[in-house]
């Protein structure tokens, strides 16, 4: 009966070579060809077993056959983890599983005192099996059985639709071989003196288990990992999905399409349906027409559906091209709810900062004005509104060393009211403080920009004259006298008043510094010098200049 394993053998030969060709192998498949291939050496070695008479060869044979069910059964269990996708992340995991089996290698290999298998008549064709045998066979249908608990547990606790059709698959064709293996334990080695031996059922439950491997490989891609992915990535997208063929049916949804519609594979699809307005408005009708009316081209918009809160969808259809020509069209449907809240939030967000932002500027600006005022105020005269004193020996200061280097002239001019107590006293302060301001006035109509206006004390005023030769600073001089000398204050309707202004004049060129004298000494002994040349002026009797000189 040495024929039926050899068939067994062949046929499984020829099932592995078209899952070889007929798949493109990925990690899935390489593992079950490796289990294929372990299946296919127990019919072979029981067909060897009876083809040769030597007794030797035999033996090996017979271990042979149950050494290649020692890594079937642990890759089986690896094979079933990782299909139903328990595969272990710690290696002591590994080891626990790898380790019963791989005791069993040295019990088959080395027969110890034949209490695995022993001969009938000085041959192996028939034989009989020891006790650990049975231990042998006890550890690896366990192996069996607990891929069985596995799968079971895994068809029923798991909700994934595809692991569940694969588990179908392979439970069917692992329950026929463990069956099969059962019955040959039961009926040929168990009872063998009761009842003749029933040849190849191991041989044919490994086959017919093969047999259901291979339609699921073939039929239903159960190993294909590209299809897995597929559906896996499809499923596992968060924008909703939907693909229909030519003649507008559905024909593949993903399960993120399910708060937007409620669709069904095979259903008709109907571009309108999809849209949440019952009366279409002119932005849903533009969308329409564009679907309709042209195919090939891509579709969007942007519809709001109505939930606890507005849902904002994006809808995009585009054509699908194999070859040159449309088969059909994907829709897709992207919440934007999240989106265009963040919009929303960071376009208000803008709007606060902007609104904040002016009210910074006009801050900023006010500070700007404040600080030119108190600048302004920390410079001037506060009656007068001409430069004060303070301002101009910094600006003396920083010039004075520069001018005499450069040899540049200057001059200035010391000028005081005349007469002015009596001003105070005959028509009171603020007839006084009038007079000064108006004089103010007009010498700054005579004044360029450069030059420099500032009170001196009470009503005596400098005038700092940057680039001007003395005679210049005369000439000027004496424009100023005339034009206060002929300025007529009015204090009323019937009275009015004339002042004159004592002036004293000081020219870098013609007063000479000494070489070693520093900046704060020259300046003090030049404000001394004018400041005498304007008494000079006015005990020579007053409205009139005169010039210091040293």
């Given amino acids: 009966m040495a024929w039926i394993d050899l068939s067994v053998f062949l046929l499984l030969f020829i099932l592995f070579v078209y899952v070889f060709t007929t798949v493109t192998v990925t990690p899935l498949h390489k593992a079950y060809l490796a289990f294929h291939f372990a299946m296919m050496l127990w019919p072979f070695c029981q067909f060897a077993i009876k083809a040769t008479d030597n007794s030797s060869l035999q033996l090996f044979y017979v271990k042979l056959a149950f050494v290649g069910s020692v890594p079937l059964a642990i890759g089986w269990i690896f094979f079933t983890l990782f299909l139903t996708g328990q595969s272990p992340k710690r290696r002591i995991i590994y080891v626990l599983i790898t380790v019963p089996a791989m005791l069993l290698l040295p019990i088959i290999i080395f027969n110890p005192h034949q209490l695995f298998v022993l001969p009938v008549e000085g041959g192996y064709v028939e034989r009989y099996y020891g006790s650990l045998f049975w231990l042998t066979m006890v550890i690896v249908l366990s192996y069996f059985i607990v891929s069985l608990i596995i799968m079971l547990r895994a068809l029923i606790g798991n909700n994934s639709t595809r692991i569940k059709n694969q588990v179908k698959q392979v439970l069917s064709g692992v329950f026929v071989m463990t069956a099969f293996i059962l019955l040959d334990l039961l009926l040929n080695v168990g009872f063998p003196q009761k009842q003749a031996v029933i040849q190849g059922l191991t041989s044919f439950g490994i086959l017919f288990s093969a047999i259901f491997f291979v339609i699921a490989i073939h039929r239903n891609k159960v190993f294909d990992i590209v299809t897995i992915a597929h559906q896996d990535i499809i499923d596992t997208i968060c924008h909703g999905i939907l693909v229909i063929d030519e003649n507008e049916n559905i024909i593949e949804i993903n399960q993120s399409l ?64 194999v070859g040159g020509t449309m088969v059909g069209r994907i829709i897709t449907f992207q919440d934007r709810s999240e989106l265009r809240n963040l919009l929303i939030e960071t376009k208000l967000q803008n709007e606060i900062l902007q609104h904040r932002n002016e009210a910074l500027i006009a801050i900023q600006h006010e500070l700007s004005r404040t600080n030119l005022k108190l600048e302004q105020m920390a410079i001037t005269d506060s009656l007068t509104g001409c430069y004060n004193r303070h301002y101009l020996m910094q600006r003396l200061e920083r010039d004075f060393n520069q001018n005499l280097q450069d040899q540049v002239p200057f001059s200035v001019l010391l000028l005081d009211v005349d007469h002015f107590k ?42 700092y004259l940057p680039d001007t030769e003395q005679s210049e600073a005369e000439i000027l001089a004496d424009r100023i006298k005339y034009a206060v000398e002929m300025n007529i204050i009015n204090l009323s309707q019937s009275a009015s008043l004339s002042i004159t202004i004592s002036i004293g004049l000081l020219s870098n060129h013609t007063f000479a510094f000494e070489p070693s004298t520093d900046s704060e000494t020259a300046l003090n002994e030049m404000f001394q010098a004018v400041d005498q040349a304007l008494y000079q002026a006015k005990r020579e009797g007053r409205n009139r200049i005169v010039s210091a000189a040293r």
């Fill in 258 to 321: 399910s708060p937007y519609l409620s669709l069904q594979v095979g259903d008709r699809f109907d571009i309108k349906a999809i849209l949440p307005q019952e009366v279409l408005d002119d932005k849903d009708q533009a969308f329409v027409r564009s679907y309709q009316e042209r195919p090939l081209e891509r579709a969007e918009i942007e519809a709001v559906y109505q939930e606890a809160v507005n849902i904002h969808v994006h809808i995009q259809v585009s054509p699908i091209w």
């Fill in 422 to 463: 009596s001003i105070n006293d005959n028509y009171g302060h603020l007839v006084g403080d009038d007079v000064l301001c108006r004089t103010v006035d007009i010498i700054q109509h005579h004044l360029r920009q450069e030059d420099i206006l500032s009170r001196y004390g009470g009503e005596e005023f400098i005038i």
